[in-house]
Protein backbone atom coordinates (compact mmCIF):
# COMPACT_ATOMS: atom_id res chain seq x y z
CA UNK A 1 0.00 0.00 0.00
CA UNK A 2 2.72 2.74 0.93
CA UNK A 3 4.47 1.68 -2.20
CA UNK A 4 1.83 2.34 -4.68
CA UNK A 5 0.71 5.50 -2.28
CA UNK A 6 4.25 6.96 -3.29
CA UNK A 7 3.84 5.38 -7.03
CA UNK A 8 0.38 8.12 -6.93
CA UNK A 9 2.09 10.61 -5.02
CA UNK A 10 4.67 10.92 -7.87
CA UNK A 11 2.71 10.74 -10.52
CA UNK A 12 0.48 13.95 -9.00
CA UNK A 13 3.94 15.75 -8.06
CA UNK A 14 4.87 15.34 -11.81
CA UNK A 15 1.80 16.28 -13.08
CA UNK A 16 1.71 19.31 -10.97
CA UNK A 17 5.17 19.98 -12.10
CA UNK A 18 4.32 19.49 -15.33
CA UNK A 19 1.46 21.78 -15.34
CA UNK A 20 3.06 25.03 -13.64
CA UNK A 21 5.46 27.53 -15.40
CA UNK A 22 8.75 28.60 -13.80
CA UNK A 23 9.10 31.58 -12.15
CA UNK A 24 11.83 33.48 -13.52
CA UNK A 25 14.84 34.80 -11.51
CA UNK A 26 15.45 38.44 -12.17
CA UNK A 27 18.38 37.81 -14.25
CA UNK A 28 15.91 35.82 -16.47
CA UNK A 29 13.67 38.64 -16.45
CA UNK A 30 16.23 41.44 -17.56
CA UNK A 31 16.77 39.00 -20.37
CA UNK A 32 13.70 38.27 -21.69
CA UNK A 33 12.92 42.17 -21.80
CA UNK A 34 15.14 42.37 -24.65
CA UNK A 35 18.57 42.03 -25.92
CA UNK A 36 20.95 41.04 -23.53
CA UNK A 37 24.39 42.21 -23.90
CA UNK A 38 27.21 39.45 -22.58
CA UNK A 39 30.25 40.55 -21.08
CA UNK A 40 33.66 39.53 -22.87
CA UNK A 41 35.77 39.15 -19.74
CA UNK A 42 37.75 36.72 -17.77
CA UNK A 43 35.93 35.67 -14.61
CA UNK A 44 38.28 36.88 -11.51
CA UNK A 45 36.25 35.58 -8.74
CA UNK A 46 34.83 31.72 -10.20
CA UNK A 47 33.35 31.11 -7.00
CA UNK A 48 30.63 34.02 -7.45
CA UNK A 49 29.90 32.14 -10.89
CA UNK A 50 26.98 30.09 -9.79
CA UNK A 51 25.21 29.92 -13.27
CA UNK A 52 26.69 32.05 -15.71
CA UNK A 53 25.24 33.09 -18.89
CA UNK A 54 27.99 32.23 -21.65
CA UNK A 55 30.81 34.78 -20.93
CA UNK A 56 32.51 35.36 -23.80
CA UNK A 57 36.73 35.53 -23.51
CA UNK A 58 37.85 37.91 -25.73
CA UNK A 59 40.31 37.56 -28.64
CA UNK A 60 42.54 40.48 -28.14
CA UNK A 61 46.31 38.76 -27.40
CA UNK A 62 45.44 35.35 -28.29
CA UNK A 63 46.73 33.83 -31.71
CA UNK A 64 43.29 31.95 -32.32
CA UNK A 65 39.69 32.39 -31.56
CA UNK A 66 38.44 31.34 -28.33
CA UNK A 67 35.36 28.87 -27.96
CA UNK A 68 32.02 29.89 -26.37
CA UNK A 69 31.06 27.30 -24.19
CA UNK A 70 27.45 27.76 -23.39
CA UNK A 71 26.36 28.56 -20.06
CA UNK A 72 30.16 28.51 -19.09
CA UNK A 73 33.60 30.10 -19.36
CA UNK A 74 37.04 29.94 -20.01
CA UNK A 75 39.63 29.40 -17.59
CA UNK A 76 42.17 31.36 -16.83
CA UNK A 77 46.02 30.52 -16.79
CA UNK A 78 49.45 32.38 -15.72
CA UNK A 79 52.33 32.17 -18.22
CA UNK A 80 55.15 30.43 -15.79
CA UNK A 81 59.04 30.49 -17.54
CA UNK A 82 57.29 29.14 -20.57
CA UNK A 83 54.67 26.86 -19.11
CA UNK A 84 50.98 27.89 -19.29
CA UNK A 85 49.35 26.96 -15.71
CA UNK A 86 46.20 26.51 -15.17
CA UNK A 87 44.60 25.84 -11.72
CA UNK A 88 41.75 23.47 -11.18
CA UNK A 89 40.04 22.55 -7.60
CA UNK A 90 37.41 19.54 -7.42
CA UNK A 91 34.91 20.63 -4.74
CA UNK A 92 31.02 20.13 -4.24
CA UNK A 93 29.12 22.91 -6.45
CA UNK A 94 25.34 24.13 -6.37
CA UNK A 95 24.46 24.21 -9.96
CA UNK A 96 21.29 26.43 -10.90
CA UNK A 97 19.58 24.02 -13.86
CA UNK A 98 17.04 26.67 -14.92
CA UNK A 99 15.39 29.38 -12.86
CA UNK A 100 13.29 27.72 -10.54
CA UNK A 101 15.75 24.89 -9.65
CA UNK A 102 18.95 24.39 -7.93
CA UNK A 103 21.14 21.20 -7.76
CA UNK A 104 23.86 20.42 -5.26
CA UNK A 105 26.73 18.99 -7.90
CA UNK A 106 29.96 18.36 -7.64
CA UNK A 107 32.71 20.15 -10.32
CA UNK A 108 35.39 22.55 -10.51
CA UNK A 109 36.19 25.78 -9.66
CA UNK A 110 32.58 26.98 -8.76
CA UNK A 111 30.62 25.31 -11.62
CA UNK A 112 29.62 21.82 -12.81
CA UNK A 113 30.45 21.04 -15.60
CA UNK A 114 34.12 23.18 -14.70
CA UNK A 115 35.26 25.69 -16.55
CA UNK A 116 36.82 25.08 -20.30
CA UNK A 117 40.45 24.60 -20.80
CA UNK A 118 41.49 26.16 -23.69
CA UNK A 119 45.54 26.02 -25.30
CA UNK A 120 47.55 25.80 -28.23
CA UNK A 121 49.06 22.10 -29.81
CA UNK A 122 52.71 22.50 -29.16
CA UNK A 123 52.28 24.27 -25.99
CA UNK A 124 53.81 22.95 -22.69
CA UNK A 125 50.95 22.99 -19.79
CA UNK A 126 50.53 22.76 -16.22
CA UNK A 127 47.39 21.50 -14.64
CA UNK A 128 47.28 22.03 -11.03
CA UNK A 129 44.90 20.25 -9.08
CA UNK A 130 43.26 20.53 -5.51
CA UNK A 131 41.09 18.19 -3.95
CA UNK A 132 38.03 19.73 -1.82
CA UNK A 133 35.91 17.44 -2.36
CA UNK A 134 34.72 14.64 0.96
CA UNK A 135 36.53 11.78 -0.81
CA UNK A 136 39.94 10.60 -3.06
CA UNK A 137 39.70 12.35 -6.73
CA UNK A 138 41.74 12.32 -10.02
CA UNK A 139 41.35 14.08 -13.44
CA UNK A 140 41.66 12.02 -16.50
CA UNK A 141 42.69 14.38 -19.76
CA UNK A 142 40.15 12.64 -22.49
CA UNK A 143 41.65 11.82 -25.82
CA UNK A 144 44.91 13.46 -25.28
CA UNK A 145 48.12 11.79 -25.67
CA UNK A 146 50.57 12.05 -22.89
CA UNK A 147 52.76 10.57 -21.01
CA UNK A 148 51.25 7.72 -19.21
CA UNK A 149 51.64 8.72 -15.69
CA UNK A 150 49.56 11.68 -16.43
CA UNK A 151 46.44 9.89 -17.41
CA UNK A 152 44.99 10.23 -14.69
CA UNK A 153 43.42 6.80 -13.98
CA UNK A 154 43.55 6.83 -10.05
CA UNK A 155 45.64 3.39 -8.64
CA UNK A 156 46.51 2.64 -12.38
CA UNK A 157 48.73 5.59 -13.47
CA UNK A 158 49.03 7.78 -10.09
CA UNK A 159 47.94 7.31 -6.43
CA UNK A 160 44.43 9.21 -5.73
CA UNK A 161 44.12 12.71 -4.83
CA UNK A 162 43.15 12.43 -1.09
CA UNK A 163 41.25 15.47 0.36
CA UNK A 164 42.89 18.38 0.95
CA UNK A 165 45.91 17.13 -1.31
CA UNK A 166 47.18 19.03 -4.32
CA UNK A 167 48.71 17.13 -7.58
CA UNK A 168 50.31 18.23 -10.59
CA UNK A 169 50.06 17.62 -14.29
CA UNK A 170 52.78 18.84 -17.21
CA UNK A 171 53.04 17.74 -19.97
CA UNK A 172 52.83 19.25 -24.07
CA UNK A 173 50.36 19.09 -26.24
CA UNK A 174 50.60 16.85 -29.06
CA UNK A 175 47.63 17.17 -31.60
CA UNK A 176 44.79 20.03 -31.47
CA UNK A 177 41.71 18.95 -31.35
CA UNK A 178 38.35 19.16 -28.80
CA UNK A 179 38.71 16.68 -25.67
CA UNK A 180 37.26 16.24 -21.94
CA UNK A 181 38.35 15.98 -18.47
CA UNK A 182 36.89 14.06 -15.39
CA UNK A 183 37.40 11.86 -13.19
CA UNK A 184 38.90 8.21 -13.22
CA UNK A 185 37.99 7.81 -9.29
CA UNK A 186 34.67 6.69 -8.12
CA UNK A 187 33.33 7.22 -11.65
CA UNK A 188 29.60 6.49 -10.93
CA UNK A 189 29.07 8.88 -8.19
CA UNK A 190 31.57 11.90 -9.38
CA UNK A 191 30.60 12.21 -13.04
CA UNK A 192 27.16 11.43 -11.79
CA UNK A 193 27.59 14.70 -9.47
CA UNK A 194 28.86 16.85 -12.29
CA UNK A 195 32.37 16.36 -12.43
CA UNK A 196 33.36 17.19 -16.15
CA UNK A 197 34.85 19.74 -18.58
CA UNK A 198 35.76 20.53 -21.55
CA UNK A 199 39.30 20.54 -23.39
CA UNK A 200 40.04 22.28 -26.44
CA UNK A 201 43.30 22.59 -28.20
CA UNK A 202 43.20 25.27 -30.93
CA UNK A 203 45.96 24.09 -33.73
CA UNK A 204 48.97 25.60 -34.02
CA UNK A 205 48.61 27.27 -37.49
CA UNK A 206 45.89 30.16 -36.53
CA UNK A 207 44.33 29.04 -40.02
CA UNK A 208 43.77 25.83 -39.68
CA UNK A 209 40.24 24.46 -39.16
CA UNK A 210 38.72 28.53 -38.92
CA UNK A 211 35.83 29.44 -38.09
CA UNK A 212 34.24 32.36 -37.31
CA UNK A 213 32.25 31.15 -33.97
CA UNK A 214 33.05 28.35 -31.80
CA UNK A 215 31.10 26.49 -29.56
CA UNK A 216 30.77 23.93 -27.07
CA UNK A 217 29.04 21.76 -24.02
CA UNK A 218 28.64 18.92 -22.82
CA UNK A 219 25.87 16.41 -22.57
CA UNK A 220 25.05 14.69 -18.72
CA UNK A 221 22.37 13.38 -17.32
CA UNK A 222 21.30 13.88 -13.73
CA UNK A 223 18.27 11.87 -11.34
CA UNK A 224 16.84 14.33 -9.28
CA UNK A 225 13.67 13.29 -7.59
CA UNK A 226 10.92 16.07 -7.36
CA UNK A 227 11.48 17.63 -4.18
CA UNK A 228 15.01 16.96 -3.73
CA UNK A 229 18.63 19.15 -4.33
CA UNK A 230 20.89 16.22 -4.66
CA UNK A 231 21.53 13.77 -7.74
CA UNK A 232 21.22 9.92 -7.22
CA UNK A 233 24.10 8.68 -8.23
CA UNK A 234 23.21 4.68 -8.31
CA UNK A 235 20.66 5.63 -11.21
CA UNK A 236 21.59 3.41 -14.29
CA UNK A 237 18.99 4.29 -16.72
CA UNK A 238 16.07 6.20 -15.41
CA UNK A 239 17.28 9.81 -15.34
CA UNK A 240 14.91 12.75 -15.16
CA UNK A 241 17.13 15.75 -16.06
CA UNK A 242 18.70 15.98 -19.74
CA UNK A 243 20.94 18.99 -19.96
CA UNK A 244 23.33 21.08 -22.25
CA UNK A 245 25.97 21.58 -19.57
CA UNK A 246 23.89 21.22 -16.33
CA UNK A 247 21.28 23.57 -17.98
CA UNK A 248 18.03 22.63 -19.40
CA UNK A 249 15.70 24.65 -21.87
CA UNK A 250 14.56 27.63 -21.12
CA UNK A 251 17.44 28.21 -18.75
CA UNK A 252 19.84 27.67 -21.43
CA UNK A 253 21.47 30.19 -23.32
CA UNK A 254 20.96 30.66 -27.67
CA UNK A 255 23.68 30.08 -30.11
CA UNK A 256 23.69 33.56 -31.83
CA UNK A 257 25.18 34.02 -35.11
CA UNK A 258 25.52 35.99 -38.25
CA UNK A 259 23.85 35.29 -41.35
CA UNK A 260 27.45 33.89 -43.20
CA UNK A 261 29.10 32.86 -40.51
CA UNK A 262 30.89 29.06 -40.81
CA UNK A 263 30.10 27.56 -37.38
CA UNK A 264 31.26 24.85 -35.45
CA UNK A 265 29.60 23.48 -32.40
CA UNK A 266 31.78 20.95 -30.43
CA UNK A 267 29.76 18.24 -27.69
CA UNK A 268 31.12 15.87 -25.73
CA UNK A 269 28.81 12.59 -24.33
CA UNK A 270 29.39 12.10 -20.54
CA UNK A 271 25.80 10.60 -19.87
CA UNK A 272 24.83 6.53 -19.88
CA UNK A 273 22.96 7.08 -23.55
CA UNK A 274 23.37 7.99 -27.45
CA UNK A 275 22.12 11.58 -28.32
CA UNK A 276 21.05 11.90 -31.52
CA UNK A 277 21.79 15.95 -31.99
CA UNK A 278 19.66 17.40 -34.65
CA UNK A 279 19.65 21.28 -36.20
CA UNK A 280 16.68 22.86 -38.07
CA UNK A 281 17.27 25.13 -41.09
CA UNK A 282 20.58 24.15 -41.70
CA UNK A 283 22.62 20.90 -43.22
CA UNK A 284 26.47 19.99 -41.49
CA UNK A 285 29.11 17.63 -41.54
CA UNK A 286 31.15 15.83 -38.78
CA UNK A 287 34.75 18.09 -39.05
CA UNK A 288 36.43 16.46 -35.71
CA UNK A 289 35.92 14.23 -33.17
CA UNK A 290 37.54 13.61 -29.73
CA UNK A 291 39.96 11.01 -31.82
CA UNK A 292 40.87 13.89 -34.06
CA UNK A 293 39.76 16.15 -37.05
CA UNK A 294 37.86 14.17 -39.94
CA UNK A 295 39.50 14.66 -43.31
CA UNK A 296 37.45 16.65 -45.97
CA UNK A 297 36.89 13.64 -48.22
CA UNK A 298 35.33 11.42 -45.44
CA UNK A 299 32.76 13.72 -44.27
CA UNK A 300 29.07 13.79 -45.94
CA UNK A 301 25.93 16.20 -44.90
CA UNK A 302 23.69 15.53 -42.02
CA UNK A 303 20.76 17.18 -40.10
CA UNK A 304 21.41 14.74 -36.87
CA UNK A 305 24.36 13.54 -35.58
CA UNK A 306 24.12 10.90 -33.16
CA UNK A 307 26.53 11.29 -30.09
CA UNK A 308 27.78 8.10 -28.78
CA UNK A 309 28.79 7.66 -24.74
CA UNK A 310 31.77 9.02 -23.75
CA UNK A 311 32.61 10.67 -27.46
CA UNK A 312 32.61 14.54 -29.02
CA UNK A 313 31.62 15.29 -32.36
CA UNK A 314 31.96 18.62 -33.87
CA UNK A 315 29.80 19.60 -36.40
CA UNK A 316 30.55 22.53 -38.55
CA UNK A 317 27.84 24.74 -41.54
CA UNK A 318 27.79 27.95 -42.76
CA UNK A 319 24.81 29.71 -41.35
CA UNK A 320 22.75 30.66 -44.31
CA UNK A 321 19.27 30.78 -43.19
CA UNK A 322 17.98 33.84 -40.92
CA UNK A 323 15.73 32.72 -38.13
CA UNK A 324 15.34 31.29 -35.09
CA UNK A 325 16.42 27.58 -35.20
CA UNK A 326 15.46 24.70 -33.01
CA UNK A 327 18.46 22.80 -31.73
CA UNK A 328 17.63 19.97 -29.86
CA UNK A 329 18.44 15.65 -29.09
CA UNK A 330 15.86 13.91 -31.11
CA UNK A 331 14.59 11.21 -28.12
CA UNK A 332 11.64 13.11 -27.51
CA UNK A 333 11.84 12.41 -23.81
CA UNK A 334 15.28 13.81 -23.60
CA UNK A 335 13.71 17.60 -24.47
CA UNK A 336 11.36 17.10 -21.54
CA UNK A 337 11.44 17.68 -17.82
CA UNK A 338 11.33 15.77 -15.10
CA UNK A 339 8.72 13.15 -14.81
CA UNK A 340 8.45 9.94 -13.09
CA UNK A 341 9.11 6.88 -15.39
CA UNK A 342 6.05 5.00 -13.88
CA UNK A 343 3.71 7.52 -14.89
CA UNK A 344 0.58 5.42 -15.88
CA UNK A 345 -0.56 5.72 -19.53
CA UNK A 346 -3.58 7.59 -19.42
CA UNK A 347 -4.70 8.49 -22.79
CA UNK A 348 -8.01 8.06 -23.21
CA UNK A 349 -8.83 7.26 -19.60
CA UNK A 350 -12.13 8.57 -18.51
CA UNK A 351 -10.87 10.01 -15.01
CA UNK A 352 -13.52 12.48 -14.35
CA UNK A 353 -15.68 9.88 -11.87
CA UNK A 354 -12.40 9.08 -9.95
CA UNK A 355 -11.63 12.90 -9.23
CA UNK A 356 -13.85 12.60 -5.89
CA UNK A 357 -12.68 9.76 -4.35
CA UNK A 358 -9.15 10.28 -4.98
CA UNK A 359 -10.23 14.09 -3.39
CA UNK A 360 -11.92 12.58 -0.38
CA UNK A 361 -9.14 9.93 0.18
CA UNK A 362 -6.24 12.82 -0.04
CA UNK A 363 -8.24 15.83 1.21
CA UNK A 364 -5.09 18.17 1.18
CA UNK A 365 -3.93 17.29 -1.85
CA UNK A 366 -5.08 18.81 -5.00
CA UNK A 367 -5.41 16.43 -7.93
CA UNK A 368 -6.40 16.73 -11.40
CA UNK A 369 -7.70 14.35 -14.28
CA UNK A 370 -4.53 14.83 -16.76
CA UNK A 371 -3.39 12.99 -19.86
CA UNK A 372 -6.51 11.53 -21.04
CA UNK A 373 -5.95 14.06 -24.52
CA UNK A 374 -2.33 14.49 -24.12
CA UNK A 375 0.44 16.34 -22.20
CA UNK A 376 -0.14 19.71 -24.06
CA UNK A 377 -3.38 20.31 -21.47
CA UNK A 378 -0.98 20.86 -18.88
CA UNK A 379 0.12 23.86 -20.54
CA UNK A 380 -3.67 24.96 -19.83
CA UNK A 381 -3.15 23.78 -16.04
CA UNK A 382 0.02 26.08 -15.65
CA UNK A 383 -2.55 29.18 -16.20
CA UNK A 384 -4.25 28.48 -13.02
CA UNK A 385 -1.04 29.09 -11.11
CA UNK A 386 -0.72 25.76 -9.46
CA UNK A 387 1.88 25.05 -7.71
CA UNK A 388 5.31 23.54 -8.18
CA UNK A 389 6.55 21.02 -5.72
CA UNK A 390 9.72 22.71 -3.52
CA UNK A 391 13.02 22.90 -6.17
CA UNK A 392 11.22 21.06 -9.23
CA UNK A 393 11.19 22.31 -12.95
CA UNK A 394 7.89 21.55 -15.32
CA UNK A 395 8.12 18.81 -17.81
CA UNK A 396 7.12 21.28 -20.80
CA UNK A 397 8.10 25.09 -20.75
CA UNK A 398 9.30 27.91 -22.18
CA UNK A 399 7.40 30.19 -24.72
CA UNK A 400 8.19 31.57 -27.87
CA UNK A 401 6.21 34.08 -29.78
CA UNK A 402 3.59 32.00 -30.69
CA UNK A 403 3.23 30.48 -27.56
CA UNK A 404 4.26 27.41 -25.25
CA UNK A 405 7.51 25.90 -26.81
CA UNK A 406 6.69 22.73 -24.53
CA UNK A 407 10.42 21.81 -24.08
CA UNK A 408 12.27 21.26 -21.04
CA UNK A 409 15.49 19.54 -21.40
CA UNK A 410 18.30 19.14 -23.80
CA UNK A 411 16.77 21.90 -26.11
CA UNK A 412 18.15 25.46 -27.45
CA UNK A 413 17.62 28.02 -30.39
CA UNK A 414 20.15 28.64 -32.89
CA UNK A 415 19.52 32.48 -34.28
CA UNK A 416 20.90 33.05 -37.70
CA UNK A 417 20.58 37.07 -37.93
CA UNK A 418 21.24 39.30 -40.40
CA UNK A 419 22.89 42.17 -38.92
CA UNK A 420 24.03 40.40 -35.94
CA UNK A 421 27.67 42.54 -35.60
CA UNK A 422 30.69 40.36 -35.47
CA UNK A 423 31.99 38.94 -32.16
CA UNK A 424 28.43 39.77 -30.87
CA UNK A 425 26.92 37.43 -28.97
CA UNK A 426 24.00 38.79 -27.43
CA UNK A 427 20.56 38.13 -28.29
CA UNK A 428 18.90 39.70 -30.62
CA UNK A 429 14.96 38.82 -29.83
CA UNK A 430 13.15 36.57 -31.89
CA UNK A 431 12.65 36.43 -35.12
CA UNK A 432 11.21 39.10 -36.93
CA UNK A 433 9.47 36.70 -39.67
CA UNK A 434 8.61 38.40 -43.70
CA UNK A 435 5.38 39.25 -44.67
CA UNK A 436 3.90 35.63 -45.62
CA UNK A 437 6.41 33.83 -44.58
CA UNK A 438 4.27 31.85 -41.75
CA UNK A 439 2.37 28.93 -41.36
CA UNK A 440 -1.51 29.83 -41.26
CA UNK A 441 -4.89 28.58 -40.49
CA UNK A 442 -7.32 29.02 -43.21
Known amino acids: ?111 SPGPTIEAVEGERIRLVVTNELPEHTTIHWH ?80 DVAPGTYTPNPATMTEFNLWTFNSRVFPGIDPMVVRKGDRVRVRIGNLTMTNHPIHMHGHSFEVTCTDGGWVPKSARWPEVTSDIPVGAIRCIEFVATEEGDWAFHCHKSHHTMGPMGHTVP ?47 TLAMMTGDGPFG ?5 GMFTVLKVRKNQPRDDYSDPGWYVHPKGSVAYKC
Open 1 to 111: MEQNRRDFLGFGAALIASAATIAASDEAKSCAAGSHKRTLTWVKDPQKVLSPATIITPRKGRKYNPVVTLNGWSLPYEMKEGVKEFHLIAQPVVREFAPGMVVNCWGYNGT
Open 143 to 222: GLILPNGMDGVGGLTQPQIKPGETYVYEFTLRQSGSFMYHPHADEMVQMAMGMMGMFIVHPKKPETHRVDRDFCFLLSSY
Open 345 to 391: NMLGVKQDDLTEKISDLMPDYMYMPMGREGMAEMNDMAQMGMALPEN
Open 404 to 408: PIEMG
